[in-house]
């Protein structure tokens, strides 16, 4: 970030931690991620909807508008470079502010140097608040009057649900921006830039292709991890003396094995399937093992907990009427806590679907009925089963013999429910399975009890 920084530009920050401090980052031994942080917004990877012409950012960094922002994603996706952005393109004073160390005391004492500065000189100031979440109510209340009055531009960084986390008048007195979580193709491009980079490698190194697609999927779409790999790795070619990072080079760095698993390939759909074959054969011990693979691999954790929850149906259904709320509740964890945590309610889920007891008779029932349906078996809905609340709907017969099952011993009426074509129908066959015994025996007596058998 040469040049990033004028001397009178930057005032000492207060306490900096997550992202890092944005000074001193052009010495050698600063680590790699600093050293390649995006000094403009055109060479910022990924974010597309932020780095638009005439987007709010633009103008805010290329200073023809002056606004407070919040910023909010995942790690990794740019938060940190956005605020060394604002501070570096324009000609305004930038302060760091940690909500890890920083307290009322700290906050105020800025908005004041900053609001001293606007009035003496005409200088506006950029407040950088990492990790605003961690701010207490009281912390973010001393902020509102250097954002209300602009005294100060606000750029504060959360990873954290904001909705949650930033107090309302904060919220409404700043534009929300939200960074979407990079691709791999974005990784492997900040990956790329790093190797030949000047503030990078430079070239020194040469990286296979199995080795960066290594370093991306541990990635996780973080680029500032990626690039720490990218570091590790280069490390241990330079002590072997190589001038190539290949794969076996990666995975020794990073300690961790390459899982080979193309998610548009072969491995996919053989892994995936493996899984579900699994959970069926009620192997737990496989199932994670599978389960394991698809995560390390980066696999999206929804697709697993989306066929989960098919599994609990196709495959167990009333055996265990516990399982489709158990897969369902996994799938609602995944979305609400995202990896790594949520790889603990896809093990617990996967653990007990696959010991449960097996049953595809609801699947069984509902491809009969659906066969019945297409082969044109349709019939007339039987008139006493009809609408009757319209005028007129009693002379065409309809539900004039309707019988109120609630006015009848244990709740069952004897009538037709079916058209004539599938009057003896037979689509839902139970097992003998867990608790599906219990269904098949009570479902036996009332069709008996319903069709007067």
């Known amino acids: 970030m040469d040049g990033l920084f004028e001397a009178d530009d930057v005032r000492a920050p207060v306490a900096t931690a997550g992202g890092g401090s944005l000074q001193g980052s052009t010495h050698a031994s600063a680590p790699l991620?600093?050293?390649?942080?995006?000094?403009?917004?055109?060479?910022?990877?990924?974010?597309?909807?932020?780095?638009?012409?005439?987007?709010?950012l633009r103008q805010l960094i290329e200073g023809r508008q002056s606004m407070s922002v919040v910023l909010w994603g995942p790690?990794?996706?740019?938060?940190?470079?956005?605020?060394?952005?604002?501070?570096?393109?324009?000609?305004?004073?930038?302060?760091?502010?940690?909500?890890?160390?920083?307290?009322?005391?700290?906050?105020?004492?800025?908005?004041?140097?900053?609001?001293s500065d606007l009035t003496r000189r005409g200088r506006e100031t950029v407040l950088f608040v990492d990790e605003v979440h961690r701010f207490s109510k009281a912390q973010q209340d001393a902020l509102l009057p250097g954002v209300e009055n602009r005294w100060v531009t606000l750029v504060a960084a959360t990873t954290e649900n904001p909705f949650f986390s930033v107090i309302s008048p904060l919220l409404s007195r700043s534009l929300l921006l939200q960074l979407d979580p990079l691709t791999d193709d974005d990784v492997a491009e900040v990956i790329d830039r790093a190797l030949v980079d000047e503030r990078g490698l430079a070239g020194d190194y040469e990286l296979d292709d199995d080795a960066r697609d290594?370093?991306?999927?541990?990635?996780?779409?973080?680029?500032?991890?990626?690039?720490?790999?990218?570091?590790?790795?280069?490390?241990?070619?330079?002590?072997?003396?190589?001038?190539?990072?290949?794969?076996?080079?990666?995975?020794?760095?990073?300690?961790?094995?390459?899982?080979?698993?193309?998610?548009q390939g072969d491995q996919h759909y053989d892994v995936i399937s493996a899984f579900i074959k699994s959970l069926r054969g009620s192997?737990?011990?496989?199932?994670?093992?599978?389960?394991?693979?698809?995560?390390?691999?980066?696999?999206?954790?929804?697709?697993?907990?989306?066929?989960?929850?098919?599994?609990?149906?196709?495959?167990?259904?009333?055996?265990?009427?516990?399982?489709?709320?158990?897969?369902?509740?996994?799938?609602?964890?995944?979305?609400?806590?995202?990896?790594?945590e949520a790889r603990l309610n896809l093990a617990q889920a996967t653990i007990a679907l696959a010991v449960?007891?097996?049953?595809?008779?609801?699947?069984?029932?509902?491809?009969?009925?659906?066969?019945?349906?297409?082969?044109?078996?349709?019939?007339?809905?039987p008139p006493h089963l009809r609408d009757a609340h319209y005028p007129g709907s009693q002379r065409l017969g309809h539900g004039t013999s309707y019988t109120y099952s609630h006015d009848e011993p244990f709740g069952i009426?004897?009538?037709?429910?079916?058209?004539?074509?599938?009057?003896?129908?037979?689509?839902?066959?139970?097992?003998?399975?867990g608790a599906e015994a219990a269904v098949k025996e009570r479902w036996e007596r009332i069709r008996r009890m319903v069709r007067g058998r």
């Open 33 to 56: 991620a600093v050293r390649m942080r995006p000094r403009t917004l055109d060479e910022l990877v990924g974010q597309p909807q932020l780095r638009a012409e005439g987007s709010p």
């Open 75 to 115: 790690p990794g996706t740019g938060k940190t470079t956005l605020a060394a952005i604002v501070s570096g393109q324009t000609d305004r004073a930038f302060v760091e502010v940690s909500a890890v160390s920083a307290g009322v005391k700290e906050v105020r004492a800025a908005i004041d140097q900053a609001r």
């Open 214 to 263: 290594h370093l991306v999927r541990l990635a996780g779409g973080d680029a500032r991890r990626g690039l720490t790999y990218l570091e590790a790795a280069a490390g241990a070619a330079r002590t072997s003396g190589a001038a190539t990072i290949d794969l076996s080079t990666a995975e020794t760095a990073v300690d961790r094995a390459a899982v080979r698993y193309d998610r």
């Open 283 to 340: 192997d737990a011990d496989a199932a994670l093992h599978y389960l394991a693979r698809m995560m390390e691999a980066g696999e999206d954790p929804r697709f697993i907990a989306r066929r989960l929850v098919i599994l609990a149906s196709e495959d167990i259904g009333l055996a265990d009427p516990t399982a489709l709320p158990t897969a369902v509740a996994a799938a609602q964890a995944v979305q609400l806590i995202g990896m790594p």
């Open 356 to 381: 449960a007891p097996k049953s595809n008779a609801v699947t069984r029932a509902i491809d009969s009925a659906t066969a019945d349906v297409r082969a044109g078996k349709i019939g007339q809905v």
């Open 413 to 433: 009426a004897e009538q037709q429910y079916a058209p004539d074509v599938v009057l003896d129908a037979e689509y839902y066959q139970p097992t003998s399975l």
